[in-house]
């Protein structure tokens, strides 16, 4: 019998093709935001959304309308999606307006299939996956997480249920870069085991709610259209 049959080629390109569709929304930016703290320790506490930032010297100039386009059909995507008139509308605009392809149910479709990918690769340990998700500072925090549970012998044990909830809750231009902070509510069930096995943090036979918020971010000078996971906290 062969190493692989049909129905492991087929899942082998399936996993090719979801990882390409991913990096076309979230991707490859460098971060200089601080880095979370272990997202799965019971003792997490919160993390500041927004590092500080030194100032630019860059003005980004609105996206000019097409000819007979109103304000109402430029905005029309976002307008959808976020109360005219709120600050998260704004926000919303103000991103459109610095980069003419962004669409915020878009982002939100992508940034889902982000969360839980970098929550599976955090647990599996997988270094490669997160790299390619995370801005640099927010790789280090995760990798010290892992490199000290490998330390120790310990693994995770998880599974993803699913995503109840992915809200957007601001967004805003800081120079150049596009910031957009997202409430996700998931379901997981996760337990760590030491090098014995036995359980010492969670429940492998429990479904935990999870309540997060995370920021993601791109430079919209850059041709590279794929965001970044720049920050993380636990809602408390």
Do not use: C
Request: no cysteine; hydrophobic share 40%.
């Amino acid at each position: 019998m062969g190493f692989f049959d049909f129905g492991t080629i087929f899942f082998l390109i399936a996993a090719v093709v979801i990882f390409f569709q991913l990096r076309n929304v979230l991707g490859r930016r460098t971060g200089n935001e601080r880095p979370p703290f272990d997202p799965y320790s019971a003792s997490r506490t919160r993390e500041a959304a927004d590092a500080a930032q030194k100032p630019e010297n860059v003005v980004s100039l609105p996206r000019k309308r097409m000819p007979g386009e109103t304000a109402a059909e430029t905005y029309a995507d976002i307008d959808a999606f976020a109360k005219p008139d709120t600050d998260l509308n704004k926000g919303l605009r103000t991103i459109k307006d610095n980069d003419a392809s962004f669409e915020p149910k878009t982002f939100v479709d992508g940034a889902k299939m982000a969360y839980e990918m970098i929550v599976m690769a955090y647990a599996d340990g997988d270094r490669k996956t997160l790299k390619n998700l995370l801005s640099r500072e927010v790789y280090d925090g995760f990798v010290a997480a892992i490199g000290e549970r490998e330390a120790k012998s310990e693994k995770i044990q998880s599974s993803f249920v699913g995503i109840d909830k992915a809200d957007i809750v601001s967004a805003e231009m800081k120079g150049s870069e596009a910031h957009i902070t997202l409430r996700v509510v998931s379901e997981l069930i996760s337990a760590t085991r030491d090098k014995a096995g036995a359980v010492i943090d969670g429940d492998p036979e429990t479904v935990a709610e999870v309540k997060d918020v995370w920021t993601f971010a791109r430079d919209t000078r850059s041709r590279d259209p794929n965001w970044k996971l720049v920050a993380t906290e636990e809602e408390d």
